[in-house]
C-alpha cells in the first residue's frame, strides 16, 4: 500500500485515501467524517474533508448523476476520474470556485441527511488511527 509521512515529527505514515461520505466505513485507506466533532480539530477535519470531497464532484460532474451503463463501465469511470483529477491536483490545474460553492449547495439536495446502514458503518481500529493522524497534522500545522 502507498503511505506518505505527513507529520515529519512522528513516524506514522497515512496510506492513499479515498473520501467517503458518512454513509461509507471508517477504513484506513477510506476516511468519513467525525459524526459527532468533540474539538476544533475534528471540526478542520471534517471541514477540509468535505472540501476535497465537493471539489473533486466539482471537477467531475458525471459522478453527480446515475451512470447509465454496464456495471463494468461505471467503474473505469470512476477509475478515470480518480486518477485525472489526482493529475490535476499535482499540476495544480485550478478550478473554478463558483462552480465548487454551486456542488457544495447541491450536496444538501442530492444526498439527504440519513442515518448509514448499520452493516456497512463500522469503524475500524486502523482507520480511526488514520484519521487521528490526519487530525493531528491539522492540529500542528493550521494557524489556531
Not at 452493516?119 to 486502523?126: H, K, L
Not at 490526519?134 to 489556531?144: R, W
Request: with cysteine.
Amino acid at each position: 500500500m502507498l503511505c506518505k509521512e505527513i507529520l515529519p515529527s512522528h513516524d506514522d505514515k497515512v496510506p492513499v485515501l479515498l473520501l467517503g461520505d458518512p454513509a461509507y466505513p471508517l477504513l484506513p485507506y477510506c476516511m468519513k467524517e467525525f459524526p459527532n466533532p468533540h474539538n476544533n480539530e475534528e471540526v478542520i477535519f471534517n471541514n477540509m474533508l468535505r472540501g476535497r470531497r465537493n471539489r473533486f464532484k466539482a471537477k467531475w460532474q458525471v459522478l453527480n448523476k446515475c451512470l447509465d451503463t454496464a456495471s463494468k463501465s461505471v467503474r473505469n469511470i470512476v477509475y478515470a476520474c480518480f486518477f485525472l483529477h489526482n493529475i490535476c491536483e499535482m499540476k495544480g490545474v485550478p478550478i473554478d470556485d463558483d462552480i465548487v460553492v454551486w456542488q457544495t449547495a447541491q450536496n444538501k439536495y442530492i444526498q439527504p441527511n440519513t442515518e448509514a446502514n448499520r452493516r456497512y458503518s463500522f469503524n475500524s481500529a486502523d482507520g480511526t488511527y488514520v484519521r487521528n493522524v490526519i487530525t493531528a497534522m491539522y492540529k500542528e500545522h493550521l494557524p489556531q
